[in-house]
C-alpha cells in the first residue's frame, strides 16, 4: 500500500533533521577543539575575517554620499564581502570546501532608525543626505569564525569640519563606551561591570543606552553564543551573570540614543532573519519548503536577508516559516522621530595568553562634543594604551676568551640559477651542495680554477670537478658574498 496523506507531509517535512546520539556525541566533543585560540589556525581565521570586515567598512565609507540610496550601499557591501572572501581559503579541507561568506548582512540604519535596515531592491526608498547620521553594520565570517562590525558617521562630517551637537554627542559617548569595554575585556570581568561602565558614559554625554541591544559570545557558525552583556538592564529585561575568560571572543554591541532608549518596530517589512535550530514544524506550503531548503544550504546557522534570494519568492516563503518558530527576526527599530541614534560594534579576542586583540575596528569619529566623561576611574582607563607593544631581544651572549661576543650575524642569502647558498662571514664554516652535470663540471673547474683557485671538493679534497658524481665543495675566498650563475655556454663565478 502507498503512504498516507500524514507520512508524505512528514517525509516532506525539510524543517527537522535527525541527528543520532554518535554524532551528538562528537559534536560535544569537538566543539572545544573547533574553538580553542591555542590554534593558531583558528586565530588566523578571525583575523582574516576582521580584516574583510575592516576593508568593507573603509569602501562603504568612501561610497557613502548624498544622493545614495540604503539598498546600493547594502548590495555594495554584500558583494564586497562576497568577493573577498572568495579569494582566500580556497584549498578543500578533508575534501570538504571551507565555508565563507557573510555572517551578518550589510545594514544601512539612518538616524532615528535604530538598526536592521538592510531592504529589498524594489523597497527601499531611504535616500541618504548630507548630515545624516548613518549606522553601517555588517559581518564577514571564514570557516564560521565571525568578526562582526558597525560604525557610525555623519555624511559630510571631516576632521576639519566635524559634526557638532546632539549628533556628536551621542557618536562619541557609543565610541567612548567601545573603547572603555575593549579595555574591561580581561580575564576576570564581569557582563555587569561592562553594563555599568555603558550606563556611566551614557550619563556622560547626557545620552541614554538603547534597550534590547546584546553583546554576544561568538563560536565557531555562532553568532549569539552563552554569554551576553546587556546594554541596559531595566526589571523587564535582565541576563545571567557571566565572567569573561581567556578563550573568549565577543562581538561588543554599543547603542547609543538621545531619545528614552525604547525603540519601537516599525511598519517596515523585516529582511533580515536567522534559522532557530532547536524549533522544527512539517512546512505545509510548497513556497515555504522551497525557500527553507535553499537557507539551510546556504546560510544554516548564520543571519541572511531576503535580498540574497528570489525576492518575490523569498517573501512569500518566510511567512509560513517565521509563523511557526523556524527563524529569529531582525526587525527594523526606530526611536522618536527627531532623535539620533549612534552605534559601536567591534569583535575582539581574549587570547590565551591573557591579551586582548580588536580584530575589527572603524575610525574615530569626526565629532566635537561639548560634554565629556568626568568619572575618574573611567577616564584613567580610557588613557591606557591598547598597542601591543614588542619586547626586544636581549643578545645572547657567549663566554669566551676574549669575554662576551655579539650574537653572530644571520647567514646572506645568494639566490642563483641552480641554487641558494648562505654564506656566512666565517668563511671557514661555509659548505652548501650544489648538484651538476658533468659537462657543467668541466666547465665548471675551469671557470672556478681562474676565479676562486682555493676551492676544493670537500669530499675527497680533490681539486672541484674531479668526481664524476654529484659535486659539494667549499667557497673559501675573502669576499662576503658569491654570486653564482650560468649561462649556454659557460659559468661565471665572481665576487660582488
Request: with cysteine; glycine share 6%.
Amino acid at each position: 500500500m502507498g503512504k498516507d496523506k500524514k507520512e508524505e507531509e512528514e517525509d516532506d517535512d525539510v524543517s527537522s533533521v535527525e541527528i543520532d546520539d554518535e554524532e551528538e556525541v562528537e559534536q560535544e566533543e569537538d566543539e572545544e577543539a573547533a574553538n580553542d585560540l591555542n590554534n593558531a589556525d583558528i586565530v588566523t581565521k578571525y583575523r582574516g575575517a576582521g580584516d574583510i570586515a575592516n576593508n568593507v567598512l573603509a569602501a562603504l565609507l568612501q561610497q557613502l554620499v548624498p544622493g545614495k540610496k540604503a539598498v546600493e550601499l547594502c548590495e555594495f557591501g554584500d558583494k564586497m564581502v562576497a568577493e573577498a572572501t572568495e579569494k582566500v581559503y580556497n584549498v578543500k579541507k578533508g575534501g570538504k570546501k571551507i565555508e565563507k561568506g557573510s555572517a551578518f548582512p550589510t545594514c544601512i540604519s539612518v538616524n532615528n532608525c535604530v538598526g536592521h535596515y538592510s531592504p529589498l531592491t524594489s523597497e527601499d526608498d531611504v535616500v541618504i543626505a548630507d548630515g545624516d547620521l548613518v549606522k553601517i553594520d555588517l559581518g564577514v565570517h571564514i570557516d564560521g569564525y565571525i568578526a562582526v562590525l558597525a560604525h557610525s558617521v555623519v555624511v559630510g562630517s571631516t576632521a576639519d569640519a566635524p559634526a557638532e551637537g546632539r549628533k556628536a554627542d551621542v557618536m562619541m559617548a557609543a565610541w567612548t563606551a567601545s573603547e572603555l569595554a575593549q579595555r574591561m575585556f580581561k580575564d576576570g570581568a564581569t557582563n555587569q561591570e561592562i553594563t555599568d561602565m555603558i550606563a556611566k558614559v551614557a550619563e556622560a554625554y547626557k545620552c541614554s543606552p538603547v534597550e534590547g541591544v546584546l553583546s554576544h559570545q561568538m563560536k565557531k557558525h555562532v553568532i549569539d553564543a552563552n554569554k551576553v552583556i546587556i546594554n541596559k538592564a531595566n526589571n523587564d529585561q535582565q541576563v545571567k551573570d557571566a565572567t569573561l575568560e581567556k578563550n573568549d571572543v565577543f562581538g561588543f554591541d554599543i547603542v547609543m540614543t538621545t531619545g528614552d532608549g525604547k525603540p519601537k518596530q516599525s511598519e517596515r517589512r523585516t529582511t533580515v532573519f536567522k534559522r532557530d535550530l532547536e524549533e522544527k514544524y512539517s512546512l505545509k506550503m510548497k513556497a515555504s519548503r522551497a525557500f527553507f531548503s535553499e537557507v539551510n544550504q546556504r546560510f544554516p546557522t548564520l543571519p541572511f536577508t531576503l535580498r540574497a534570494g528570489d525576492e518575490r519568492n523569498w517573501r512569500m516563503g518566510v511567512v509560513e516559516c517565521v509563523k511557526h518558530g523556524l527563524f529569529i527576526e531582525y526587525p527594523v527599530l526606530y526611536e522618536k522621530l527627531g532623535e539620533f541614534v549612534a552605534q559601536a560594534k567591534f569583535t575582539a579576542v581574549l587570547l590565551p595568553s591573557g591579551k586582548c586583540a580588536r580584530l575589527t575596528a572603524g575610525p574615530a569619529p569626526n565629532a566635537s562634543s561639548e560634554l565629556k566623561l568626568e568619572d575618574a576611574g573611567l577616564v584613567e582607563l580610557l588613557a591606557q594604551s591598547t598597542e601591543t607593544k614588542k619586547k626586544k631581544k636581549a643578545n645572547k651572549k657567549k663566554k669566551g676568551r676574549g669575554g662576551a661576543t655579539p650574537t653572530p650575524t644571520r647567514p646572506k642569502r645568494i639566490e642563483t640559477h641552480d641554487c641558494v647558498f648562505r654564506l656566512r662571514p666565517s668563511l671557514e664554516a661555509l659548505s652548501r651542495h650544489l648538484r651538476v652535470g658533468f659537462a657543467t663540471r668541466m666547465r665548471l673547474r675551469t671557470a672556478l680554477k681562474d676565479s676562486c683557485p682555493e676551492s676544493t671538493c670537500r669530499a675527497s679534497h680533490r681539486p672541484l670537478g674531479y668526481r664524476r658524481t654529484n659535486l659539494a665543495w667549499s667557497l673559501a675566498r675573502d669576499s662576503s658574498y658569491v654570486k653564482l650563475s650560468r649561462c649556454p655556454q659557460k659559468v661565471l663565478i665572481e665576487a660582488v
